[in-house]
């Protein structure tokens, strides 16, 4: 009997286990699961000027993202050797999951012995221009894997 008791325990133990890691688990799949935005967000140059633009899926609803960076401060290129390289963009332009924000990879100083590397974000509208992230000189870039 005590056997039988004891069983009957754990096997309630063990479905009240299951029942709450699958709630939990149902629970968190609303966060991945986001509708998706429809955009893309691109660079292109203009000019010899780096531009961050968005569109839909399609191409259509084509704007560019009127950046305004201090005097100092690039998009990210390739540096190879002592010569900055315009047609290797490595800003890594990244869209905020609500598609609110724009985050991309900077350089500060590019030509000096000094130069470094920082993440900036700003609004859509390119306002609320925002250096969030900042790396020392002659140090890797910084390099944008994704935001979530």
């Not at 390289?85 to 609500?98: R, T, Y």
């Not at 900077?106 to 790396?135: M, R, W």
């Amino acid at each position: 009997m005590k056997n039988l008791l004891r069983t009957s325990l754990y096997l309630t133990v063990f479905a009240l286990a299951g029942i709450l890691f699958q709630i939990s688990c149902s629970a968190d799949s609303n966060v991945t699961n986001a509708a998706p935005l429809g955009k893309i967000v691109y660079t292109k140059s203009v000019n010899n000027q780096l531009q961050i633009w968005t569109c839909s899926y399609d191409g259509s609803n084509q704007a560019q993202i009127p950046i305004t960076l201090p005097t100092n401060v690039s998009y990210n290129y390739y540096l190879c050797g002592s010569t900055w390289i315009g047609g290797a963009d490595l800003s890594h332009v990244k869209l905020s999951p609500d598609g609110q924000k724009v985050f991309f990879a900077t350089v500060t100083d590019p030509f000096q012995a000094n130069y470094h590397f920082s993440i900036y974000s700003c609004d859509l509208s390119g306002n609320n221009l925002t250096e969030i992230l900042t790396q020392a000189s002659g140090e890797e870039p910084l390099v944008i894997g994704g935001v979530y």
